[in-house]
């Protein structure tokens, strides 16, 4: 991968997120095993759903449907490799992982082994995080390499694939999004006729105004120009809530409060992931909160869950474990999956 400064798509993605590329895989291969793997978490969460709905204490999180962006544990992944990292998750109760490149640092690795590596720890690849646009028409991301995109997460059996990228390719101004906005329906429409589904995941920027119309949010835009049958989102709860706080004021200081909860609630079938990561409410932080591991935090997830749970088909959402910096990354993930497993309906968890 080349350096951050020749790609501005990058650069940018890096600066507001500290994210790493993602590396191109290798070769695609014809994932091995899926449909067992997937009958089997499907009838799992089949009976979990059942009892939740029955009022009988099910778990919050179904069966199958607890997972982790693989970006929280890259020093182990560079450290101590994939099979390692995967052994641990399934020891935790992880179902899914989400990618955040296909290599993290660790050399030449396969999407055949990564496949492998998967199947042999009981874990389902979910989704992965691409680059939006690059200058380089060599560089992996959907503007410039989408078919090579689509083949990758093809291969691994990913149901979903999408962007970590904010749709700022084209400035902050109505019309601009509108541009991006395009370009997604197009992706989603490429992704849709392979089988999957195309998202985007927001950071707290997204929720900020138009440099061209102050009185408009740009994620309202983001959501009324992109078809919902082809563009999905994944909400980080933890940036929703950071930017409730940053811009629950219009540029002139009128307020403009919002709910992110209440964006799901809307439309909850164009969310099918979400980031889970928590912080502490903290007035002296510019954003409001101080990221920590899921549970110690202030953010309700119990509410949360229980909310999302409750819509037509609010129990086929998938729940990825997210931290951006953490002090011991197996640690977090371990804590994080407990108290997320730990919620119950109707109980106190």
């Known amino acids: 991968m080349k350096r951050a400064q020749e790609h501005p798509e990058l650069a940018e993605t890096l600066r507001r997120r500290r994210f790493l590329g ?64 995967f052994k641990e998750l399934a020891r935790y109760g992880y179902d899914q992982v989400e990618f955040a490149g296909y290599t993290q640092g ?49 291969a691994l059996g990913l149901p979903h694939v999408g962007t970590a990228s904010g749709p700022w390719r084209y400035g902050s101004t109505v019309d601009g999004w509108k541009r991006c906005a395009e370009e997604f329906n197009t992706y989603g429409a490429a992704a849709k006729a392979r089988g999957m589904k195309f998202y985007q995941h927001n950071h707290a920027e997204e929720f900020s105004f138009a440099t061209d119309r102050p009185d408009v949010r740009l994620y309202d835009v983001l959501l009324a120009e992109t078809d919902p049958e082809l563009v999905h989102l994944e909400m980080d709860i933890y940036w929703a809530y950071v930017a409730q706080y940053r811009f629950g004021k219009k540029v002139d200081g009128s307020p403009a409060p919002f709910e992110p909860l209440d964006y799901v609630l809307r439309a909850p079938h164009r969310y099918p992931l979400f980031h889970v990561k928590d912080g502490e409410h903290d007035e002296t932080a510019t954003d409001g909160y101080r990221m920590v591991d899921v549970g110690d935090g202030d953010i309700d997830y119990r509410r949360f869950l229980t909310a999302v749970g409750r819509t037509h088909g609010g129990r086929r959402h998938h729940w990825m474990v997210e931290h951006d910096e953490p002090a011991d990354s197996l640690t977090t993930a371990r804590r994080s999956a407990r108290y997320l497993r730990s919620l119950r309906c109707g109980g106190r968890g």
């Not at 496949?115 to 979910?126: C, S, V």
């Not at 410039?144 to 990758?152: G, I």
């Open 22 to 85: 993602v590396a191109a895989g290798a070769t695609a291969a014809t994932l091995v095993g899926t449909a067992t793997a997937t009958a089997a978490q499907s009838g799992t969460s089949a009976q979990s759903d059942t009892s939740a709905q029955k009022g009988r204490g099910g778990p919050l999180v179904p069966r199958g449907h607890l997972g982790i962006q693989l970006y929280t544990l890259r020093d182990q992944v560079q450290s101590i490799g994939f099979a390692q990292v």
């Open 106 to 154: 660790t050399g030449d690795i396969t999407l055949k082994q990564l496949t492998r590596l998967m199947r042999d720890h009981g874990l389902r690849g979910i989704g992965s995080h691409v680059g939006y646009y690059s200058d380089d028409p060599k560089a992996y991301s959907f503007a410039t390499n989408l078919t090579q995109v689509l083949d990758d997460a093809e």
